[in-house]
């Protein structure tokens, strides 16, 4: 049986507080913003990608991946 390493994003001192919301909403605008700039097929966002998921409770990645697809999103993409 294979074993899961389960890791979490590393400390950003640009959030010192323990309320994370500002993490999991910028790690999530690096990410679209990474992808935007490489392209889909760039492993180079996949850390992007893995911070935002493990920081993000999955309601609001869906609503704002919702927001994105309709135009609506208010952050800075």
Same mark, same amino acid.
């Given at each position: 049986?294979?074993?899961?390493?389960?890791?979490t !994003?590393?400390?950003?001192?640009? %959030?010192?507080?323990?309320?994370? $919301?500002?993490?999991?909403?910028?790690?999530?605008?690096?990410?679209?913003?990474?992808?935007?700039?490489?392209?889909?097929? !760039?492993?180079e966002c996949?850390? %992007?990608?893995?911070?935002?998921? $493990?920081?993000?409770?999955?309601?609001?990645?869906?609503?704002?991946?919702?927001?994105?697809?309709?135009?609506?999103?208010?952050g800075?993409?």
């Amino acid at each position: 049986m294979d074993e899961i390493e389960l890791k979490t !994003a590393p400390v950003d001192f640009r %959030f010192p507080t323990t309320n994370q $919301s500002r993490h999991c909403f910028t790690r999530y605008i690096e990410f679209h913003r990474c992808v935007a700039s490489t392209g889909e097929e !760039a492993g180079e966002c996949d850390k %992007f990608a893995k911070y935002y998921r $493990s920081l993000c409770p999955g309601e609001w990645v869906d609503k704002w991946n919702e927001q994105r697809e309709s135009g609506t999103f208010a952050g800075p993409l």
